[in-house]
């Protein structure tokens, strides 16, 4: 595993882990979004995103249409490449790795293997080494983040509760995450090996993640962010960045919201700033309740 | 004032800010984040760091940064781009975001993403003029390249026949992220370069 990147090769080496990892620590401090026409992929370029999630459908509008769904037409992610200069970034199904394979040939610049899309296999993930395109992958908590990781992903976000417009679950994968990192690290050494066993993850990596204090690739936030007080809070809770699904584009002014959502994470400790941006947005989306959704519609239960 | 440490602002809209502020520590200088225009009154020098130019360049103009920016660049602040602050260093750029601004200073054009996307993205070992020791660790991330200089620029590295490392008085830029290795000699050459800005201004 290289989870430790090294020296510089003497000849160019593509899909190195350092150009993995590193293409995620240049989004930091940035907001991606879902966009699924090349005009949206346009407004959020305008509005200063950092990177745009090429989709079919938002996930508010996967959850409504139902039936199962996949990877997006390749015109479409073509025709938002072509839209914009910033990366772009698309979504595959869970152990999909064709779909993957397919989104690598197409030139997309990370890939999201996501909960969102309905999964294809129900035992194991895509072995994300086999990619040179880095791999963004969600959790719920750190066991499930460092498991992504021993895969190959150089990413992790939160899954949150994508397509509800409701913040609850993103806070709540966030908080667990940051709380079982504050606990490996107040463990002797000798327990370390006991916690990776509990955390289902590799020693080498729970080690890693003890001595840093953080994880060994870039944290964003994902799932249910609908405005600038949405994003600022990820942000103060250890996210690195955000990702911003439904709630842009299903809002009643993207363009306005999407701008106002960039400057609440840029200066997510400034409330003033945050309540400047925060006027005039217009209607937010509705959004779901998610106590009210039944087991089978939670998308954060998919993924092992 | 030829502080023995200089204070070295990292501008902190978007991008691997932490990153540079290590790096530009191990090197022995007091770095501090930059959002506001408060702030970089007090850098003595400034690093504009790795992220997206585009989304840089809009918070700079929407929180009033880039006229101060400009200012203090004319005026002869030591500054160190890499990557997207190769870009917001340039003279002009190629391929740029409609309308994209640039804070400009080093009399180059630039041209955006021309190593190529994501899958392009490549690791490499470059001789950098100046910096001694041997070739430093060159990260390309959907990395710029210079594509033509003034009189005035000094091309210190190529990598496939295009500069990738330049240097106009007081101002430094990289087409690769040295903050993303654990090898600070650039950074201890910015540092240098600040501490004789500081003790003025040629």
């Known amino acids: ?304 | 004032m030829s502080s023995a440490s200089p204070v070295i602002g990292v501008l902190a809209l978007q991008g691997d800010v932490r990153e540079h502020l290590a790096a530009l520590r191990a090197a022995g200088a007091e770095a501090r984040p930059v959002r506001r225009p408060e702030e970089l009154a007090e850098a003595g020098g400034l690093v504009v760091p790795g992220g997206e130019s585009t989304t840089i360049a809009k918070l700079a103009a929407a929180f009033g940064l880039l006229e101060p920016l400009r200012a203090r660049v004319r005026a002869g602040m030591p500054a160190y781009g890499s990557c997207a602050g190769m870009i917001l260093l340039a003279d002009k750029i190629l391929d740029g975001g409609d309308g994209q601004e640039t804070v400009g200073g080093i009399d180059m054009t630039v041209r955006r993403n021309a190593f190529g996307r994501q899958n392009e993205s490549f690791e490499a070992a470059v001789d950098v003029a100046g910096v001694g020791g041997g070739p430093v660790e060159g990260v390309f991330i959907r990395a710029p390249w210079v594509e033509s200089t003034g009189a005035g620029v000094e091309v210190l590295a190529e990598h496939a026949g295009h500069p990738v490392a330049v240097r106009q008085g007081a101002l430094l830029a990289t087409s690769f992220h040295p903050e993303l290795t654990g090898d600070h000699r650039l950074h201890a050459l910015f540092v240098e370069m600040a501490r004789g800005g500081a003790a003025g201004h040629r």
């Not at chain 1, 907001?31 to 938002?58: F, H, N, S, W, Y």
């Not at chain 1, 944290?219 to 990702?243: C, H, I, K, Y």
């Not at chain 1, 999407?258 to 400057?263: G, M």
């Open chain 1, 1 to 304: 595993m290289s989870s430790t990147p090294t020296s510089t090769p003497a000849t160019p080496e593509t899909g190195t882990a350092r150009v993995k990892r590193g293409m995620a620590e240049q989004l930091k401090g940035g907001v991606i979004m879902d966009v699924v026409t090349p005009e949206q992929a346009k407004i959020a370029e305008d509005a200063g995103a950092v990177a745009v999630m090429a989709l079919e459908r938002v996930p508010a509008d996967i959850r409504k249409d139902g039936g199962v769904a996949r990877m997006s037409d390749p015109d479409m992610i073509e025709g938002i490449i072509g839209a914009v200069s910033i990366p772009v970034m698309a979504k595959s199904r869970i152990g999909h790795f064709v779909e993957a394979q397919v989104l690598q040939a197409l030139g997309v610049d990370y890939i999201d293997e996501s909960e969102v899309l309905t999964p294809a296999d129900e035992v194991n993930h895509s072995d994300k080494f086999a990619f040179t395109t880095p791999f963004v992958c969600g959790a719920t908590n750190l066991g499930e983040a460092l498991r992504r990781i021993a895969e190959g992903a150089a990413m992790i976000r939160s899954k949150g509760e994508a397509g509800t417009g409701n913040v609850v679950e993103a806070v709540r994968h966030l908080r667990q995450i940051r709380s079982e990192i504050g606990r490996l690290r107040a463990l002797d050494h000798n327990e370390l090996y006991a916690a990776a066993k509990d955390l289902r993850a590799p020693y080498e990596l729970v080690k890693e993640v003890a001595d840093l204090g953080k994880l060994p690739v870039v944290l964003f936030s994902a799932g249910g962010v609908a405005t600038p007080a949405d994003a600022a809070l990820m942000r103060q809770l250890g996210a690195e960045g955000v990702f911003v699904g439904s709630g842009i584009f299903k809002s009643g002014d993207p363009a306005t919201r999407a701008a106002a959502i960039v400057k609440a994470t840029t200066f997510y400790d400034d409330p003033k700033i945050i309540a400047e941006v925060s006027r005039g947005l217009g209607e937010a989306m509705v959004g779901i309740n998610c106590d009210t959704l039944p087991e089978t519609e939670r998308y954060a239960n998919r993924g092992w």
